[in-house]
């Protein structure tokens, strides 16, 4: 089992930043991306950014240029670094893991959430 432990979240102005973490425990496991994904209220649960065990990254096409996803591979730590955050980015962030146990099937770890609240 793998379990995620998110701090960072808060409330800030528009055009602030902050910066999200997610360090991962557990025995038996490998982990092959880490990522965080959000949920505004009334909305589904999206992508925000992922990160592989090879350093490969994806982002939401809506925090391209805003955010940058890096990972502390030693201490199983995932960061989310959040610039220039607009009233929209406002949501419940979700930290994740992804084990892969063959080439196409995986398991997700979900963290427990941190609320993010972009407002002046």
């Not at 949501?91 to 992804?98: D, E, L």
């Amino acid at each position: 089992q793998v379990q995620l432990v998110e701090s960072g979240g808060g409330l800030v102005q528009p055009g602030g930043a902050l910066r999200l973490s997610c360090a991962a425990s557990g025995s038996g496991f490998s982990i092959n991306a880490m990522g965080w994904y959000r949920q505004a209220p009334g909305k589904q649960r999206e992508l925000v950014a992922r990160i592989t065990s090879g350093s490969s990254t994806t982002y939401a096409d809506s925090v391209k240029g805003r955010f940058t996803i890096s990972r502390d591979s030693a201490k199983n730590t995932v960061y989310l670094q959040m610039n220039s955050l607009k009233p929209e980015d406002t949501a419940v962030y979700y930290c994740n893991a992804r084990s892969y146990y063959t080439w196409s099937s995986y398991n997700d770890y979900w963290g427990q959430g941190t609320q993010v609240t972009v407002s002046s």
